[in-house]
Structures are given as structure tokens and as C-alpha cells.
């Protein structure tokens, strides 16, 4: 992505970013001692009106990126304005806000409801999203909202039942755009687009650019200003894989936590079911574990994420939902038990921990199984983790090397060319076994 070269590219201060005092004084109490990168480039741009897109994960800073503007232009439009938009308007949107999942709009209204205590209630932000009620969402949209963080689904609900309109609509986000659409939002976000004004700022933010979020944003954004940043200073997070022997994950993973005495662990595995089945071996080896996945209702996935978030809960074993947009502060450990099917879950998995510059911790636990598919994800990350093993739980050398020999070698697609791949050579199966 190429950069726009009027953009400030060193961190300055807040006070240098043109933001007002209500704002600075928050976060001064917030204790955001410089803006991260990716607000450094791009509030000084999207408060003088600029189109946006941003390559960037959460862990980045985002957040406060599109809400401090957003805060501080809606407290200048006039009051006057202010009072046609409720009038004229009925259920007005100033300030429309889109995400993938119900934990991120809470989240981001959240954030943002916390950046604007210093307007002492002048701004009314609302978090709507499905799996709670309705009737509550259309009550507090009553008389519209100042800015709105939806997830789209619900929020079209919201429009046919005339509870919100967006024909008033001056800045739009689009926030994690990639997850949105390969979560299958994709109609759902066109019906949206079509229904808000052609004269409006939008600000994009994704953390990869496929073709479909590349369309999206030929066909939104007004000679945007780019802005591409890294989450985090890599330093703060060690990564690292451990091989283990086909199925003692559990008891690696008991261990891990018993030993170490992670204040938190959060544990990633591929299906809703697993989550329980792990949580059960667990509890048989004394770990209680709370599950969090997408057939818990959304009560229950509220209690339990605020439950991890206090600390009340020590270990929570997710699927992917929880991998994108949570932000739990000070995590310290993010485990994979399974590994992510795609690399970029894995990215936003260890993003987890190790987030806003604190030191962080992601394992991968691997048995011969995860080799093809961990070379994968090391390759299309970029990253390249030494195999480690857990003192105790060694693996057994001898059956590793005679099931590693006996993989299957990556299928290559169809027409590549290339020669088709041999077995694992002795070199790579020593360096599985750390043997090297
Ligand atoms: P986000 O990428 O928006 O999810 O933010 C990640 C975390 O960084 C959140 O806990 C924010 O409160 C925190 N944060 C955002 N900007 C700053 C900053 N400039 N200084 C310190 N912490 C920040």
C-alpha cells in the first residue's frame, strides 16, 4: 500500500494530532502516554474530513483511531444541527460504526463511550447487535443516536422496523471489513451501503486486503488517505511450538498451566464440541475451564468473556470466535491446541496476548499431525519457531520419525508444475524432533 506523504509518519504527541482538549484529558487519565503508529498517521487526516484505509489488526491502537475523530466531529457539528437531525430526521445515525461479531460492537462502544467521558453525556453511543433482544435496542434508539456500533444483520432488522434510519449518516467505519466478509456479511453489507448517503466520510480498516474488501473499497472510498501499520512491536510477543506425541496434548497442557501459574490462559480449538471435551479432561486433572463459542447464547457468552476479563475465570477454551477484536488486558498466555485452519487465524489468535506493548506468550502445541499445516502457517507468517519440547513429556523419537516418514507429502495443486513433493527427508524429521 502506498503512503500518502503529507502523513505524519513519527509518533508525536496527542497534542500534536489537532485533537481537542475533552479528549486529551481522557487520555492523559487513560494513561496513552504517545498514539500508537497508526493513529500518529491517520487522525490528523480523518479529522480534516479524509476517506481512510487502514491495514491494521486490533492490538494496533484502531479504535481510538476512528473514535477520537469521530468524538470530536460530532461535538462540533452546531448545535443547531444537532437539533434538525433529531427533529427532521427521526431516528437519526450521525456516526454509523460496522463489525463482525457481537462481543467487538460492545467492545467498541465501550471504548468509545470511555473516550467521551469529558463530554459529560452530549454524545449518545449504542452498541446493537442480534442474539439479545430487540425491543430494548429500538427503545434506547429512540429520538436516534449519535453513533451507532452494529453488527449488520441486526441492524438491518433495526432499519425495516423504522427504529433507525441512515440517511443521516456523515461518517461510516467499516471495521475488521476482511473478517466481515468472509463471515458471509457481504449482502447484508450491500443492502446496508445502498441505504446510506452518497456524501459521507467512510474510514476502512482491515487487517488483510482480499479481492472482495479491494472491490468494497474502489467502490466506497474517496481518494483515500493509506495508512498501513504492524499491531505491535513484535518484541512483546514470544512465540513458540512445542511437539508433543500424538494425544497427550491434554496432559501437556495440564501441565503448562499447573506449572507455569498463568494468571490467564486462553485455549483455542477448532469446534464448538471440542471446547467441552477439553474442558471435561481438564477438570478430571483439576483445571476448571469456562467455554466460550458461538452456540452459547449471548448472556452466557457475556458473563463468561467478562468473567476471563476480571480474572474470576482462569482458563477459557474458545473457538475462533474469540481470536478477532477481543481485548483482554494483560493476557498472558494464548495457547493453540488445535492449530487455526487458516495462517491469518493464527495471527489473530496470538494477537490476544502481548497486546498495547505488553509482553505476551503464544504456544502452539503440535503433534506430527500439525506438520504440513504448521510449515504453512510459519510460511505465509513469515515466522520460522524453533520445535520445542516439554521436559517430561519428550517425544518418543523412534514412532515420531516412523509417522513423520509415513505422512503424506502436501498435495500440490493441480497443473502447478511443479515436481510432486517427496516424503519428509531425515534433515527435516531431526528438525521436528530438535534434533539438529
Ligand atoms: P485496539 O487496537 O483499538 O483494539 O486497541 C488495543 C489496546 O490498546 C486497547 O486496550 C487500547 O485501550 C490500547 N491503546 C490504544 N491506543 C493506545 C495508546 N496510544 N497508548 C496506550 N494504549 C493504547
Redesign the pocket.
Known amino acids: 500500500m502506498t503512503s500518502d506523504p503529507t502523513v505524519n509518519k513519527s509518533p508525536a504527541s496527542?497534542n500534536e494530532l489537532g485533537l481537542i482538549e475533552p479528549l486529551l484529558a481522557r487520555?492523559t487519565e487513560?494513561?496513552?502516554?504517545?498514539?500508537?503508529p497508526i493513529?500518529a498517521q491517520a487522525i490528523p487526516g480523518v479529522l480534516a474530513g479524509r476517506d481512510l484505509i487502514a491495514g491494521?489488526?486490533?492490538?494496533?491502537?484502531?479504535?481510538?483511531?476512528f473514535a477520537l475523530p469521530l468524538l470530536q466531529q460530532i461535538d462540533k457539528l452546531s448545535a443547531r444541527q444537532k437539533a434538525t437531525d433529531k427533529t427532521d430526521k427521526g431516528n437519526y445515525v450521525t456516526g454509523l460504526v460496522l463489525v463482525p461479531t457481537r462481543e467487538l460492537a460492545k467492545?467498541v462502544a465501550d471504548?468509545i463511550k470511555s473516550y467521551a467521558v469529558h463530554f459529560n453525556g452530549a454524545i449518545k453511543t449504542l452498541a446493537v447487535f442480534g442474539g439479545v433482544s430487540t425491543n430494548k435496542q429500538m427503545l434506547a434508539l429512540r429520538g436516534g443516536a449519535d453513533i451507532v456500533v452494529a453488527t449488520p444483520g441486526r441492524l438491518l432488522d433495526l432499519i425495516s422496523s423504522n427504529a433507525v434510519k441512515l440517511d443521516n449518516v456523515k461518517t461510516l467505519v467499516l471495521d475488521e471489513a476482511d473478517r466481515m466478509l468472509s463471515l458471509g456479511f457481504t449482502e447484508e453489507l450491500t443492502e446496508l451501503l445502498a441505504l446510506l448517503p452518497n456524501a459521507k466520510q467512510t474510514l476502512l480498516f482491515s487487517a488483510t486486503f482480499p479481492e472482495k474488501v479491494s472491490a468494497l473499497t474502489q467502490n466506497l472510498l474517496n481518494n483515500p488517505l493509506e495508512v498501513q501499520v504492524q499491531?505491535r512491536d513484535a518484541s512483546t510477543l514470544v512465540q513458540r511450538a512445542f511437539t508433543v506425541n500424538k494425544g497427550e496434548k491434554t496432559q501437556v497442557l495440564a501441565h503448562l498451566i499447573q506449572t507455569n501459574l498463568w494468571r490467564q490462559a486462553l485455549i483455542f480449538v477448532n469446534a464448538k464440541n471440542s471446547c467441552k471435551h477439553l474442558a471435561e479432561k481438564l477438570a478430571k486433572r483439576g483445571i476448571i475451564a469456562e467455554v466460550f463459542h458461538g452456540d452459547k447464547g449471548q448472556g452466557a457468552r457475556s458473563r463468561v468473556l467478562d468473567g476471563f476479563k476480571s480474572g474470576e475465570i482462569d482458563v477459557l477454551i474458545a473457538t475462533d470466535i474469540a481470536a478477532r477484536?477481543l481485548?483482554i488486558?494483560k493476557l498472558p498466555v494464548v495457547i493453540n491446541f488445535d492449530l487455526p485452519r487458516s495462517p491469518s487465524d493464527y495471527m489473530h489468535r496470538i494477537g490476544r496476548s502481548g497486546?498495547?506493548?505488553e509482553v505476551g506468550l503464544a504456544i502452539s502445541l503440535l503433534d506430527y499431525e500439525d506438520y504440513n499445516h504448521f510449515k504453512v502457517i510459519e510460511k505465509k507468517n513469515k515466522i520460522r519457531l524453533e520445535r520445542e519440547q516439554v521436559e517430561g513429556f519428550e517425544v518418543d523419537e523412534i514412532i515420531t520419525a516412523e509417522l513423520l516418514k509415513a505422512l503424506k507429502p502436501m498435495a500440490k495443486p493441480e497443473g502447478s508444475g511443479k515436481k510432486k513433493r517427496k516424503n519428509l527427508s531425515q534433515a527435516n524429521i531431526d528438525i521436528w524432533l530438535n534434533k539438529s
Open positions: 496527542f487520555l487513560l494513561n496513552y502516554q504517545q498514539p500508537t493513529q491494521a489488526n486490533t492490538g494496533s491502537g484502531k479504535t481510538a483511531t467492545q471504548s499491531s477484536g481485548d488486558e497486546r498495547a506493548g
